[in-house]
């Protein structure tokens, strides 16, 4: 019975697709992500990884907009999965977006769940991971989403295109690391290397043989897309003796410029095009942390991969090589450049933005301390002074729910799971980024989500506070792309800071680097009725609870309604 319905679901999709790729010539891309443990060898030693076809970085997803993707994943690790398609739109396919208890149960180990959805005017590059504990350390890869059959780039077409993909490595297994800090409250161990392309390079002990190498030649250009796909650190992004003209981030395309130094916090894309205009040799394309919180860990050391000119001389013949030049990377306190990288991204031409505004909301996001609890003993408060890590939006240090996702609980009605009070604005107003009393250090938990009606013009002021310490969030929102039409430093002031509004060229992402001690300012228009999460993508942050949840309603329409979930949703 239960194949029989599965069957009709999928034969039903088939036809529609059939339908509409025939008006489109779109295409059907069927993927299988095997995920599971397999032996990796980094920075001299072996681990066990999860890995999703035993590849890390994991399948390159390369597809035109407008094409529809099934991937059925199958959860052959010992741990829950989900997988998540990070700043896919998912156009009432909520179903798909993969967030563990937000918009599906975990597939549990043995289990599979087939993702479909379909690219709807994105182009550029997106990615996905696991969002699940901390299994995206291992579990990512890229999305490559090139124009509709047949349509150009809005820039001359590149000789070739590389995927360069900024992680994080843990000599360790990252499951246990989470594991060690939720015990003792304090922060989890830092990383041992960062990598581009799962290698963390040269200036790493045993990493040279497998450095990534990046081809270009002489009068070419490259296309990179690069991405962050590392958990808890934004990255500076640099090649030795060369301008990279960005020309995208986040899948939407943005008005070239040239810089010679990138900046991307967890989650964030960027294209750039780089050209072959130097004497045929090797240079190094190096990335290293950009680290704007106070007193606090950080990995300092630099992951490099190699850009390499095919008719450089050194590199034709084996065992003959020169050592790649070294560029030089910006200091990593230099909130300076961070700065002005944010401010030269513009879109490429004057867009929508929403003027008059439904939801004007005000969310600060910071860190937190929480009191040891009673039953608690010592070992499990090893944070500052006795106390536990937390982190909030509007105070509420967000509790994922544990039996049933808030999309499933929404979509049924089923009492009891949420509640619809996440404050619109902060419970109490302060001096946000001033010396906060340390009785506004607690967080409250909660799985609170905030309601918005179908069609909804939203504005959102991301505040970050100084408590414990200010530090350069990265924001991410499920489900959509939105405007960024402000930054700034302090306090926002709605009086003074909304004449600093870009309403004609802002750009279009998915995240958003909310400035150290400072605010972004966000707008989009609320058509994408599901659960959406929204949290801070640096992952020891989510894991403190720096996250909540939007419910877009239905609209009346009928093409304003999340889709009926698929059969195969897993169940908790
Ligand atoms: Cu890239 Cu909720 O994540």
């Known amino acids: ?75 052959k690790a010992q741990y829950n ?25 975990p597939i549990r180990p043995g289990e599979s769940y087939t993702y479909r959805f379909t690219i709807q005017g994105q182009e ?31 820039f001359p077409k590149p000789h070739r295109e590389s995927v360069v993909l900024l992680g994080e490595w843990w000599d360790a297994n990252p499951i246990d690391v989470v594991r060690e800090a ?38 070419e250009t490259n296309l990179l897309r690069v991405i962050n796909a590392a958990l808890n ?23 070239p410029f040239t810089t010679k130094v990138l900046i991307l916090g967890p989650g964030q894309t960027t294209d750039v095009l780089i050209r072959g205009d130097q004497p045929p040799s090797r240079y190094y394309m190096a990335g290293r942390a950009y680290q704007s919180a106070q007193n606090a860990p950080f990995g300092n050391t630099t992951t490099t991969a190699i850009l390499q000119y095919k008719s450089a001389p050194c590199c034709s013949s084996k065992g003959v090589s020169i050592k790649p030049l070294m560029p030089s990377l910006p200091a990593y ?3 300076n450049t961070v700065t002005s990288f944010s401010k030269s991204l513009r879109s490429p031409r004057k867009v929508e933005v929403p003027t008059e505004i439904d939801e004007n909301l005000f969310f600060t996001i910071g860190l937190g301390l929480n009191n040891c609890p009673p039953n608690f003993g010592s070992s499990r408060c090893q944070g500052p002074n006795g106390t536990r890590f937390a982190a909030s939006m509007n105070n509420v240090s967000f509790v994922l729910p544990n039996n049933i996702s808030i999309l499933q609980a929404h979509h049924h009605g089923i009492p009891g799971v949420f509640t619809s009070d996440f404050p619109a604005k ?5 001096d946000y980024t001033g010396n906060v009393s340390r009785s506004l250090w607690q967080p409250v938990p909660g799985t609170k989500v905030y309601k918005l009606k179908f069609g909804s013009r939203v504005q959102i002021v991301l505040q970050d506070t100084s408590i414990v310490t200010p530090e350069n969030h990265p924001i991410h929102l499920h489900g959509y792309d939105f405007y960024i039409v402000a930054q700034g430093f302090g306090n926002f002031d709605p009086k003074k800071d909304t004449s600093k509004f870009n309403l004609v060229d802002p750009p279009m992402r998915n995240t958003v680097g909310v400035p150290v001690n400072g605010w972004a300012v966000i707008r989009f228009v609320a058509d994408n009725p599901g659960a959406w999460i929204m949290h801070c993508h640096l992952d020891v942050h989510i894991t403190w609870g720096l996250a909540t949840v939007l419910v877009v309603e239905d609209g009346l329409g009928e093409l304003e309604a999340l889709e009926p979930p698929p059969e195969d949703l897993p169940l908790c």
Not at 25 to 37: G, T
Not at 45 to 59: E, R
Not at 426 to 430: E, L, Q, R, T
Request: with cysteine.
């Open 182 to 219: 939720d015990r003792t409250g304090a922060a989890p161990n830092i990383s041992d290397a960062f990598t581009i392309n799962g290698q963390p390079g040269d200036l790493y002990k045993c990493s040279s043989q497998d450095t990534t190498i990046v081809p270009i030649d002489f009068g």
């Open 81 to 105: 999965l989900t997988i998540h398609w990070h700043g896919v739109r998912q156009i009432r396919t909520g179903w798909a977006d993969g967030p563990e208890f937000v918009t599906q149960c």
């Open 1 to 75: 019975m239960e194949s029989l319905i599965s069957a009709r679901h999928s034969s039903v999709f088939l036809a529609i697709f059939l339908v509409l790729s025939a008006l489109a010539n779109a295409k059907l891309h069927e993927h299988e992500f095997v995920v599971q443990a397999t032996p990796v060898k980094r920075l001299c030693n072996t681990h066990n990884a999860i890995t999703v076809n035993g590849q890390l970085p994991g399948p390159t997803l390369e597809v035109n907009n407008g094409d529809t993707l099934v991937i059925k994943v199958t959860n």
């Open 426 to 430: 902060p419970p109490v107003k302060f």
């Open 124 to 154: 550029g590059t997106l990615w996905w991971h696991a969002h699940s504990s901390w299994l995206r350390a291992t579990v990512y890869g890229a999305i490559i989403i090139h124009p509709r059959e047949g349509r150009p780039y809005p």
């Open 233 to 255: 650190q934004p990255l500076f992004f640099t090649v030795a003796n060369h301008q990279m003209t960005v020309v995208g981030a986040d899948a939407s395309y943005l008005k």
């Open 333 to 335: 306190n230099d909130t």
